[in-house]
């Protein structure tokens, strides 16, 4: 900054890491009828707690599932109890939640 006299000041640095998990979640189909596939990709070996939502926000469906490190697939079958309409799928491992919406027919 350089100030009304001329003078220069120069203010601190800050470094800041992303941080960022790699779980880069997908499902398909989407939209879906009866089934779909949930994939993402864990750093660690864990357990991840899968939910689904409805629209309102409103818990329709909790899973817990025995992760490996890397590429996962997780399938959820039996959908079509759902009502038709739009769905949040999360799934979350240790503190990172990731969201994908999905579309259910039938």
């Known amino acids: 900054m350089i100030g009304k006299a001329g003078?220069?000041?120069y203010s601190n640095l800050l470094i800041i890491k992303n941080t960022q998990a790699r779980i880069q979640l997908?499902?398909?189909p989407n939209p879906a009828s009866s089934n779909i596939q949930v994939r993402f990709y864990s750093e660690t070996e864990t357990v991840a707690d899968l939910r689904m939502l409805d629209n309102t926000g409103k818990i329709v469906l909790v899973q817990k599932q025995k992760v490996v490190k890397g590429n996962n697939?997780?399938?959820l079958s039996n959908?079509?109890?759902f009502s038709n309409g739009s769905y949040f799928i999360?799934?979350?491992i240790n503190n990172n939640l990731h969201t994908?919406?999905?579309?259910l027919f039938n």
């Open 7 to 9: 003078e220069i000041k």
């Open 26 to 28: 997908s499902v398909s």
């Open 73 to 75: 697939v997780i399938s």
């Open 79 to 81: 959908l079509a109890r």
């Open 90 to 92: 999360q799934v979350q």
């Open 100 to 103: 994908q919406k999905i579309v």
